[in-house]
């Protein structure tokens, strides 16, 4: 069974720093591009930051020059780390990938079921 795990979320002060996790694991041929979606209350969910598997990044305007993603293809694994946090940056946080996982080859999107961010004094 293929699944996507978040870790890392939490309760952080504003200015504060988090870095979020995320594994795939299960029967997996091939990854291509990660990203990490968010969902405040009564909001719709949103593009947080994306990175191809070769590299290439792009953000939401909101988190520019304050999240930055990377991934480690060795762990099957893609991060986010969210620096000077801010009370708007709260909410449910989703790690999202496109897996082949069957032969004939075909993209799947999948989600995982999201870490809380939670950013208060």
């Known amino acids: 069974q293929v699944q996507l795990v978040e870790s890392g979320g939490g309760l952080v002060q504003p200015g504060g720093s988090l870095r979020l996790s995320c594994v795939a694991s299960?029967?997996?041929?091939?990854?291509?591009?990660m990203g990490w979606y968010r969902q405040a209350p009564g909001t719709e969910r949103e593009l947080v930051a994306r990175i191809t598997s070769g590299g290439s990044t792009n953000y939401a305007d909101s988190v520019k020059g304050r999240f930055t993603i990377s991934r480690d293809n060795a762990k099957k694994t893609v991060y986010l780390q969210m620096s000077s946090l801010k009370p708007e940056d709260t909410a449910e946080y989703y790690c999202n990938a496109d897996l082949i996982t069957t032969l004939p080859a075909y993209v799947t999107a999948y989600w995982g079921k999201g870490t809380l961010v939670t950013v208060s004094s």
């Open positions: 299960g029967r997996i041929f091939s990854i291509h591009a």
